[in-house]
């Protein structure tokens, strides 16, 4: 069975470096997406990306945040200057081509960072 | 502010002691509501999407209802392996038609004993 794929697992980085988690989406799919949750809290929505640029994005996802998809399997999410508190488990999601009122979000299994 | 919460934080079952775990969601519009599982570490995995009220969704144990306000996600006869924390999520509408993000409840921690 298909699945969102991310890597790495855990990233563990110092205050102000920069850093990239990788995601792999479904292969049909064209709708991506990145969440992330802090330890013990609701998972957040961070950004959606379509046809090459962003569609929608929260408010978390300010000026250090970017998403790139660089080729067509890979998907990206950089963090330019990290800080404390962007210590969390980022996940990748995708969904299928539209052809229903809505389309499920598959999840991967996330990358834990953790930023001293 | 749109709003999904979700009760009990936490439960415990015996297993075989059926039970059901709520999500009421205050939003300007639904465009739908999932249902997801999340073990430990890992990441939310898919159950359920349902559209409208009224609306019922069978996977083995797991039963999901919705209403006007809230959904039902009934577990019949439980097993330690359906231990995990259940998430609910919305998807809203918006005044551009939809909006892609879904809004997450904290979930509901289920441990069920043998």
């Known amino acids: 069975e298909p699945e969102v794929t991310q890597t790495p697992s855990h990233q563990v980085t110092q205050m102000g470096q920069e850093v990239i988690l990788r995601c792999v989406p479904i292969?049909?799919?064209?709708?991506f997406y990145w969440y992330r949750q802090i330890l013990g809290q609701k998972v957040e929505f961070l950004v959606s990306?379509?046809?090459?640029?962003?569609?929608?994005k929260s408010e978390i996802f300010d000026d250090q945040f970017s998403v790139e998809r660089p080729d067509g399997s890979n998907f990206t999410l950089k963090i330019r200057s990290t800080k404390l508190e962007d210590s969390a488990m980022y996940f990748c999601?995708?969904?299928?081509?539209?052809?229903?009122?809505?389309?499920?979000?598959?999840f991967g299994p996330g990358t834990r960072l953790l930023v001293l | 502010e749109d709003q999904v919460t979700q009760s009990p934080e936490a439960l415990r079952l015996q297993e075989g002691e059926s039970s059901s775990l709520n999500c009421s969601y205050t939003?300007?519009?639904?465009?739908?509501l999932f249902w997801y599982r999340q073990d430990p570490g890992k990441g939310p995995e898919f159950l359920f999407t349902?559209?409208?009220a009224g609306e019922e969704k069978e996977k083995e144990r797991l039963k999901a209802t919705l209403t006007k306000k809230e959904s039902f996600l009934h577990i019949t006869a439980p097993k330690p392996e359906d231990s995990a924390t259940y998430l609910c999520?919305?998807?809203?509408?918006?005044?551009?038609?939809?909006?892609?993000?879904?809004?997450f409840g904290k979930g509901t921690k289920l441990t069920v004993n043998p």
């Open positions: 990306f379509y046809n090459n640029e962003i569609s929608e």
């Open positions: 292969s049909n799919h064209l709708y």
């Open positions: 999601a995708s969904s299928p081509p539209r052809g229903r009122p809505l389309e499920t979000q598959y």
């Open positions: 999520a919305v998807q809203i509408r918006n005044s551009q038609g939809g909006s892609e993000k879904l809004v």
């Open positions: 939003v300007s519009g639904l465009r739908g």
């Open positions: 349902l559209y409208s």
